[in-house]
């Protein structure tokens, strides 16, 4: 009887400030190694398994634990990259959108770093960085007209 590498096992996405890597290591871990021994426990005994196919599975999960690592880091420095812009922009005008779709602009007076990423304060306001259209005196672009429609938009060059 052969047992299936993804059989009985659910995996769920993990969000928040630690990373999938120290949350699911052991676990993931925990589940290959119980499905290893699991195929041994079953398998025919007149026919077993090949030692090769669990050498290969072992480093098919090494290399999937690398590769996991490597995208931990690079999200950690991603968010590393954006709290070091955002403390860039204390003192600069920026502007944004609001939820009601006006543009508004203001001075950045500091920030505040949450789980979610950082978020200005400007005049007041609490604006995620993503959120941010301009940094400085860049003109205003409106959007593109809409499908179907001709016309350059304001602000790019014809």
């Known amino acids: 009887?052969?047992?299936g590498a993804t059989e009985g096992v659910t995996y769920g996405v993990t969000s928040g400030a630690t990373s999938t890597a120290q949350?699911?290591?052991f676990g993931?871990?925990?589940?290959f190694l119980e499905l290893m021994v699991a195929q041994m426990r079953y398998q025919d005994p007149l026919?077993?398994?090949d030692s090769s196919e669990f050498m290969a599975q072992t480093a098919q999960f090494t290399a999937l634990e690398k590769m996991q690592a490597v995208?931990?880091?690079?999200a950690m420095l991603l968010s590393t990259q954006l709290a070091f812009g955002a403390s860039s922009m204390i003192g600069q005008t920026v502007r944004w959108y609001d939820a009601s779709g006006a543009e508004l602009s203001g001075t950045v007076q500091g920030t505040t770093y949450l789980s979610t990423g950082?978020?200005?304060s400007v005049d007041g306001h609490q604006v995620p960085i993503t959120?941010?259209?301009?940094?400085?005196?860049a003109p205003t672009i409106t959007a593109p007209p809409p499908s179907g429609t001709t016309g350059t938009p304001s602000?790019?060059?014809a």
């Open 1 to 3: 009887m052969s047992i």
């Open 23 to 25: 949350t699911n290591s």
């Open 28 to 31: 993931d871990q925990k589940v």
């Open 47 to 49: 026919n077993p398994a």
């Open 71 to 74: 995208a931990d880091q690079t």
């Open 118 to 120: 950082p978020m200005l």
């Open 131 to 137: 959120g941010v259209i301009s940094v400085g005196t």
């Open 155 to 157: 602000g790019t060059p």
